[in-house]
Every structure is written in structure tokens, then in C-alpha cells.
């Protein structure tokens, strides 16, 4: 019977039965067997959807953009990508700021919890604002010159260097569109099967989904709570509120927005679409990795909505490191958060600031665990507020990135299937 189910009813059984084996483990203090036992069946999962992350992004990037003989037609898609790719991040982020200064959370935050926060998170804020100190060293510019990779194998060996190996790709499958030889042939040929081998593998991959997903959430309700959970229920209830608002805001951009762009722009239902996209989300939910996603990502897309790979394999990758929209609308929502909580009243102009700072900071963004947070300091310093509040919003970060995490996927997705539509790539039977 349980070979009949779907890939994402498994997932989620998956993901139900961790939830109730990590609270159960909490409750009986056996929280060190889900720690040694389970919890390296999760990291096995995650490191297998990073391993095939990078050799996927080459083999379907070039396969795509060699399969495109009109070099313009390549600049013409990148264009709307980037361009639909940078409007929903903006309304995602005045979406958050909206709702982060209609709530006002951080009005109402008690003193000594942000005391007890300060001390408690001080040596992780530190690492984090020496990983910025680094970003400032190279300039205003520092962002076009880590795009070109000075080796490959390096940036290869790294998921955090996405963009690298994106770049090295389109300059690769160029080069195959333009170099007229029968020898050319047989390497395109050779990248083409590779692609194909390559999927294979994430289907592979796929069928251990539910046992990974399980183990993650299992050890991370272990990892959050310890020996004691009424501590953990008691920290995400002082900072529910600020939580509720990032929530709200990824609802409204998902049930909203994402439907309104969906009928417009591709004439899809947001039902079909969703539906499709479920096992995704439930994968970067999981996972908190928009590159771990990106191969589940680029499966659904294809099978489920029917776009082309020409489109999923050009327009994902490039997805994963510049669109961020849940991402975006946290470092908003964070920011002013922080403000309201050190009783600053931030400008009108300071917001805006925060919109451009917020967009800015998402293009380059490592689509990995975490990556958002160093971001924020960043829109933080744009504005002048003290760093050491990232330590007030350390303690719930990790549900709000598996949460942002999820919008960012979805996101992606939603742009393929409007620029497959405008292409005329997308087969909606």
C-alpha cells in the first residue's frame, strides 16, 4: 500500500512521524538516540541533494543554453527572468515592511528577555559580523568580481559559489552555440547525456526523501529544545509575534501575489500549480536550502507544469542565488523589528533604504542554510542599527528559514512557468 502513495505523502508522513519521534524523545530524555541514531540519516539526505546540486546546474545549464541557436533569444529570456526575478522580490519586501509597522512586535518586547538573548547569542553574532567584515573589505563592486571564478574546480567544490559556476556555464554553452565544428557535436552530445544521467540520480535520491525529512525534523525539534521543552515553548512564545509577521507576510505573498502573477502572466490555476509544487516545498522546508531543493525543483517544474527544460534549466539555477522574495521580506520585517525593540523609529527614507539594501543583498545570496542572516547584517549596517539585535531573532530563525526557504522555491517556480509561457515553452496539458 505504501508503495502506491505519491512521493510527497510519503514525504509528509515522513515529516510527521519526526515531529512526533523528536517531541517524544524531548518528553523521555532519550534525545541523544535521535542525536547518534537518526539525525546522520537527515545529514546523509542533505548531502546527497548538495552533492548533485553543482554537476546538475552545469550539465542542464549548458544543455539549455546550447540548445538555443539565437543568441538573442538567450539575452531576451534573461531579461524578463531578472526583471520578474527583482519585481517580486520588491513586493515582497514592502509587503513586509507594511505589516512589520502595522503590527509593531518589537514594541512589546520585555526588557530582560532581550537581555538574556543579548548574552546567550553574543559569540554567534560575532561570527556573523566578522563573515560581513569580509564582504566589505572588496568594495561597492565586490559582488561583479566574485561572479567570475578564478578556478573552477574551486568554485565547484563549494555550493556556496552557485553564481560562479553558473557564469562558467553560459560562457560554456555560448561557446558551444557559436563554434561551428563536428567535433562540437560530441561534446554537446556528451553534456546532453550527462544531464540525463544526472536526473536519473536525483530520482534515486528521491526515494530516500521521506527517511531524510524524517531524521531532519526528528533531530531539530531535539536540537531546539534539549532536555527541556517547556523552555523552548517559552522562547517561541516571547518572540511569537515577530514570528507571526514574517508568517503573515509569506502567506500573503504565496495565496496573493503568487496567484495574481500566475493568471496573468502563464494563465494557470494556483490550485494545479501548488498541487505540483508540494513536494518541493515540503523538501526545502526540510532541507532550509534553496540549492539542496533545486533538483527536486527543476523535476516538478518540467513533469508537473509542463514547462520546457530549455526554461527550467536556464531560469531555476539562476533563481537559486538571485531570488530570494522570502528571504527579502524577513530582513525587512527583521530590521524594523530590531528598531522597534532598541526603541528606534526608523525614517521613511531609512526604509527605502532597507528595500534597496534587502533587494541588493538578495542577488548573489548563498542558497544554503543560513545565508540570510549574514544578508541582514548588511541591511542592518545600511541603516544604522546596532548588529548585536540579530541576537533577539536567533532563536526562532531556524523555523522562519525553513519557512522563507519554501517561499523562495515557490518563487522560482512561478517565474519559470511565466517566462515558459511568454516563450510560448510551456505545455499546460
Excluded at 80 to 101: E, H, M
Excluded at 130 to 158: C, H, M, R, W, Y
Aim: some cysteine.
Amino acid at each position: 500500500m505504501l508503495k502506491k502513495l505519491p512521493l510527497y505523502m510519503k514525504i509528509l508522513i515522513g515529516m510527521l512521524i519526526g515531529v512526533l519521534v523528536g517531541i517524544l524523545a524531548v518528553a523521555s530524555g532519550t534525545g541523544w538516540f535521535v542525536v547518534d541514531y537518526v539525525k546522520p540519516f537527515g545529514v546523509i539526505f542533505l548531502n546527497l541533494l548538495k552533492l548533485i546540486a553543482m554537476p546538475l546546474i552545469f550539465a542542464s545549464l549548458v544543455t539549455g543554453v546550447s540548445g538555443l541557436s539565437d543568441i538573442s533569444k538567450l539575452s531576451r529570456i534573461g531579461i524578463k527572468t531578472i526583471s520578474y526575478y527583482l519585481i517580486t522580490t520588491v513586493l515582497a519586501i514592502i509587503i513586509g515592511l507594511f505589516l512589520v509597522n502595522l503590527i509593531k512586535p518589537g514594541k512589546s518586547f520585555p526588557e530582560e528577555k532581550r537581555v538574556e538573548l543579548l548574552s546567550k547569542y553574543a559569540q554567534d553574532v560575532e561570527g556573523q559580523k566578522v563573515a560581513v567584515d569580509k564582504l566589505k573589505t572588496g568594495g561597492p563592486l565586490q559582488f561583479l568580481v566574485d561572479i567570475v571564478p578564478e578556478n573552477l574546480v574551486k568554485s565547484a567544490s563549494e555550493n556556496k559559489n552557485m553564481l560562479q559556476v553558473i557564469f562558467f556555464a553560459v560562457l560554456f554553452g555560448l561557446a558551444l552555440v557559436l563554434v561551428k565544428h563536428h567535433h562540437v557535436e560530441v561534446v554537446r552530445n556528451f553534456v546532453s547525456g550527462l544531464n540525463e544521467v544526472i536526473l536519473k540520480i536525483i530520482d534515486f535520491i528521491m526515494l530516500f526523501a521521506p527517511v531524510g525529512v524524517f531524521a531532519l525534523l526528528a533531530s531539530l525539534i531535539v536540537d531546539f529544545s534539549g532536555n527541556n521543552i517547556s523552555d523552548s515553548l517559552h522562547l517561541f512564545k516571547t518572540l511569537g509575534m515577530y514570528g507571526l509577521v514574517v508568517i503573515c507576510g509569506l502567506l500573503f505573498v504565496a495565496l496573493i501575489i503568487y496567484p495574481i502573477f500566475l493568471k496573468l502572466f502563464a494563465g494557470i490555476r494556483f490550485a494545479h500549480f501548488y498541487k505540483t509544487m508540494f513536494p518541493v516545498q515540503l523538501v526545502a522546508f526540510s532541507t532550509s536550502s534553496s540549492a539542496a531543493t533545486l533538483p527536486v525543483n527543476m523535476e516538478q517544474v518540467e513533469k508537473g507544469l509542463g514547462v520546457s527544460n530549455e526554461i527550467t534549466s536556464f531560469v531555476l539555477p539562476i533563481g537559486v542565488t538571485i531570488n530570494m522574495d522570502g528571504t527579502s521580506l524577513y530582513q525587512a520585517v527583521a530590521a524594523v523589528f530590531i528598531a522597534q525593540v532598541f526603541g528606534i523609529d526608523l525614517s521613511l527614507g531609512q526604509q527605502l533604504t532597507i528595500i534597496l539594501t534587502a533587494t541588493l543583498a538578495s542577488i548573489g545570496s548563498a542558497g544554503v542554510p543560513g545565508a540570510g542572516m549574514v544578508m541582514l547584517i548588511i541591511v542592518l549596517n545600511s541603516v544604522g542599527l546596532p548588529v548585536e539585535g540579530l541576537a533577539l531573532i536567533l532563536a526562532i530563525d531556524r523555523p522562519l528559514d525553513m519557512l522563507r526557504t519554501v517561499l523562495n522555491v515557490t518563487g522560482d517556480a512561478m517565474i519559470a512557468t511565466i517566462v515558459a509561457k511568454t516563450e510560448k515553452k510551456l505545455n499546460i496539458e
